[in-house]
């Protein structure tokens, strides 16, 4: 099917201008959009055509309620019209090479995970995308992992499937602040990776992050609590005297700043793999790709 040019460089306009959105209208999404957005997830590119991804719809407000607070407690998904959970799914498949007498073990192969993984992105952002463009906002939600195992119980996901996304949709009550990104020459390297200039790339972040830090806590109980979490995950990367000195000057300014928030005291890389459960955990007990890695610890045979 072609498309009008002008008609396509409008799509392509109004794509730039996306943005996340956490505040929904009780507008309800019509059958016919919702239809049109799913048309494009199932019609997305796929490794080797496989389409290992299932999308559950949830359009219940209790139950929608109940899926925010098993995904680290997001209140704003309960009140979403739609809820999208995407999920890698090798069932369908399993029970099709079982029944056509062809081997299959993609369930447990890190390969097929990290491609089955890139299929949902693929069919998760085309649902984005096509939401956006009919007016319909949304927001990822990617804590649905860290419930796994209460997800799958709740919609009766089968073995070798698991809960790897949530796009919450609705209509947005008011278009929120737009988050700044990199500049284009940060993400985008003509032809070769470049020799990145230091002081060039601290600006680049800094002007992203601008303006947003995290104040210590005035409060002493609070404060000693955060001061320990940061320092926890300043000694994954300083020795303690680096870190205690990292946080003498914290306390000296008042406040943290963004990239030491979001690596020292929000993201830990060991704590997210064990927010609600252990991710690695439940997946094996789904019988899913990490199975044979925590069993033997090798990755693939
Ligand atoms: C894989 C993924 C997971 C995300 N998970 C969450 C989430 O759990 N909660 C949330 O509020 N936003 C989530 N987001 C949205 C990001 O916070 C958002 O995209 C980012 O802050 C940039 O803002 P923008 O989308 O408005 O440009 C997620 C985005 C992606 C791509």
Known sequence: ??????AGLEAVRHMQDRQSIRNFSDRPISEEDLNEILGAAIT?????????????????????????ELCTNQPFIGKAPVNLIFL?????????????????????????????LEDV??????????AHLLGIGSCYIGTAMHSGAEICEMYRIPP??????????????????????????YMVFEGRYPELDINDLCRAYD?????????????PSVREKMIEKFRRGLLTTFTPEE???????ALEL??????????????????????????????????????????????EL
Request: include cysteine; charged fraction near 25%.
């Open 44 to 68: 997305a590119a796929s490794a080797g055509n496989l389409q290992p991804v299932s999308i559950i719809v949830e359009r219940d407000p209790e139950r929608a309620k109940r899926l925010g």
């Open 243 to 249: 870190s205690q000195r990292i946080i003498d000057r």
């Open 1 to 6: 099917m072609s498309i009008d040019k002008n």
């Open 88 to 116: 890698l799914d090798w069932h369908k498949l399993s029970l099709y090479a079982a029944a056509r007498k062809a081997p299959f073990n993609c369930n447990d192969s890190w390969m097929h995970f990290a491609t089955g």
């Open 121 to 130: 992105m693929c069919a998760a952002q085309s649902a984005e995308t096509a």
């Open 254 to 299: 008042g406040y943290i700043t963004e990239v030491q928030r979001r690596f020292g005291t929000h993201y830990h890389a060991v704590d997210n793999y064990n927010m609600g459960g252990h991710i690695l955990e439940m997946m094996k007990e789904r019988d899913m790709f990490p199975s044979r890695i925590l069993q033997e610890g090798k990755i």
């Open 207 to 219: 002007t992203k992050y601008e303006g947003i830090t995290l104040p210590i806590p005035p409060d």
């Open 160 to 185: 070798k499937a698991y809960p790897m996304l949530v796009l919450s949709m609705g209509y947005a009550t008011s278009l929120p602040k737009k988050r700044r990104k990199l500049e284009k020459k």
